[in-house]
């Protein structure tokens, strides 16, 4: 309504306004009407052009910023494969250690390796293998195994070493304590684990010790080999003993794993199977008493006349009665 009454009184006005002045006014807005018409019509022109106009610095900037963006993924997916790649070679490079060649094998945990040129004994560190070579034992139940399993790892290979600085670098034999890898074997962990060696700590605790201990219980549990049946019973022990002959006997032996044998061995108590010889009859002859007068110096009845008679037993060491075995028997 208002609009309506707003058109009607600038109508009257108008209608008031000289002709010449009401000219002036219509061909002013018809002029403004075209002008704007026309700049709108010149604005759509432009932004019709423009729109199909490509910008070839604007394009190569936008691949650019795409093929950066790119870029930085696939560097990001590279320094993720890199970072990865650079994990496996630091445990490769934890892993590589000096190479040696091994010379010999001396038993179950020592070894002799060409070291700087010189033959080099080695002890294995945290490990101890049942005795071969000590000249004031026998030898030990599962070490010739022992030994015969270490041939088997590493004679004439060669193999990468590792010291332990709580160890220090020798003992006092002179070896070189090492831990010892042969291809991805490592053999001290596989002794313990497969029943040839026991854990063994020497004096202060060393790098792999807990591991080592895990093992052993878990080869214990298992019975593996030393832990097993193989060493339930003590090489040698004898478990009966019986007369068969004259002076010898019969006895019954077990091996480590309890299974028994049988040996003949000299004993000089089985004396019932023996001969006693009696000594010639002689008419009533006889001798001085003389304890100190030793079998080479009398004859055969003499020395059975200084037993019976004289009570000179050292003529009877055997005890079986009978004087001077060794020339009257």
């Not at 309504?1 to 000219?23: D, G, Y």
């Not at 006092?172 to 040839?196: A, Q």
């Not at 010889?277 to 020395?303: D, F, G, H, I, R």
Request: aromatic share 10%; hydrophobic share 30%.
């Amino acid at each position: 309504m208002l609009n309506f009454c707003m058109f009607e009184t600038i109508k009257q006005s108008f209608a008031k306004t000289p002709k010449n002045i009401q000219v002036f006014i219509v061909i002013l807005s018809s002029a403004l009407i075209f002008f704007m018409f026309g700049f709108l019509g010149f604005v759509v022109f432009l932004n019709i052009k423009f729109s199909n106009y490509s910008d070839p610095d604007r394009d190569s900037t936008d691949n650019s910023t795409e093929s950066f963006a790119q870029s930085n993924l696939e560097d990001d997916d590279n320094q993720d494969s890199s970072s990865e790649e650079a994990d496996v070679k630091g445990v490769e490079k934890e892993r590589k250690k000096p190479e040696y060649e091994v010379l010999e094998v001396v038993d179950g945990d020592t070894i002799k390796i060409d070291y700087e040129g010189e033959v080099t004994g080695v002890r294995l560190i945290g490990i101890d293998t049942p005795e071969t070579k000590d000249p004031d034992s026998p030898v030990q139940c599962y070490g010739q195994e022992a030994s015969d399993k270490m041939k088997e790892l590493v004679d004439g290979k060669t193999i990468e070493v590792e010291f332990d600085d709580t160890q220090g670098e020798k003992d006092k034999y002179g070896r070189l304590l090492l831990y010892i890898w042969v291809d991805d074997i490592f053999v001290n962990e596989t002794l313990i684990k497969e029943g040839y060696a026991k854990e063994y700590t020497y004096d202060d605790p060393y790098k792999y010790q807990g591991d080592f201990r895990e093992l052993q219980a878990e080869a214990k549990k298992n019975n593996k080999g030393l832990w097993g049946k193989a060493c339930d019973c003590e090489k040698g022990a004898e478990t009966e003993r019986s007369c068969s002959g004259c002076k010898t006997a019969t006895v019954t032996k077990t091996y480590w794993n309890c299974e028994t044998y049988t040996e003949s061995v000299e004993d000089t108590t089985c004396t019932s199977s023996c001969a006693v010889v009696s000594p010639a009859p002689t008419q009533n002859q006889t001798w001085a008493c003389n304890c100190s007068k030793t079998c080479p110096n009398m004859s055969c009845a003499e020395a059975q006349y200084q037993l019976n008679v004289c009570g000179c037993s050292a003529r009877d060491g055997d005890h079986d009665g009978v004087a001077c075995d060794s020339q009257c028997q």
